[in-house]
Every structure is written in structure tokens, then in C-alpha cells.
């Protein structure tokens, strides 16, 4: 969290809703998606020449499936916009498979 930027935004095409400041993205993040340790693995990649991770969920069976990717923006030392984009289908667009 203290990688972000506070003028950071968080979007998530092609859903209208965006968060704009770090606590608005850290409010999201909190409610939704940091709600269970280990809910999440993410494995670092490259999009475009920026930084990205691929995203992959826990399930209720304990595996871990895809689940989308996030490109991020950088500017200094900080993370300032995280485009998320959820398509269990894009990992494999880097190479990676369905579970991890």
C-alpha cells in the first residue's frame, strides 16, 4: 500500500467504475479483494513494456485459477495507475496457464 502513489487511480475496463486516490484504491483493494490471506498469487510479467502481474484466485477447492492481469504504471518510486484487466483467459497471452 505504501507503493502508491496518492494521487493514484484504479481501473478496471471496461467496467465504469474507477478509484482515484490512494485511499479510495486502498478502500477498494481492503473490501474486495484483501479480505482472505493467500486469496491471491500473482506472477510478475511485462505488458507493453511496463510492469504487470498475472492474477490468479484461490478457489473453494484450494487450486489457484486464472483471473486477470494488472498493468502497472509507474512514475518515480511509486505505483500511480493499476489497470486491471479480468479475463481468466489473458495469462496464457504471456505464456502461463490456466492454474498455478
Request: aromatic fraction near 8%; include cysteine.
Amino acid at each position: 500500500m505504501t507503493l502508491l502513489h496518492e494521487d493514484a487511480v484504479m481501473e478496471m475496463p471496461p467496467y465504469l467504475t474507477w478509484f482515484a486516490g490512494r485511499a479510495a484504491v486502498i478502500g477498494f483493494l481492503e473490501r474486495n479483494c484483501l479480505t482472505t490471506p493467500g486469496g491471491f498469487r500473482m506472477v510478475p510479467v511485462s505488458a507493453n513494456g511496463q510492469p504487470a502481474v498475472t492474477v490468479y484466485e484461490r478457489e473453494p477447492d484450494g487450486a489457484y485459477r486464472a483471473h486477470g492481469v494488472q498493468v502497472l504504471t509507474v512514475r518515480g518510486r511509486a505505483i500511480s495507475r493499476i489497470d486491471t484487466f479480468l479475463d481468466p483467459g489473458l495469462p496464457a497471452a504471456f505464456g502461463l496457464p490456466a492454474t498455478a
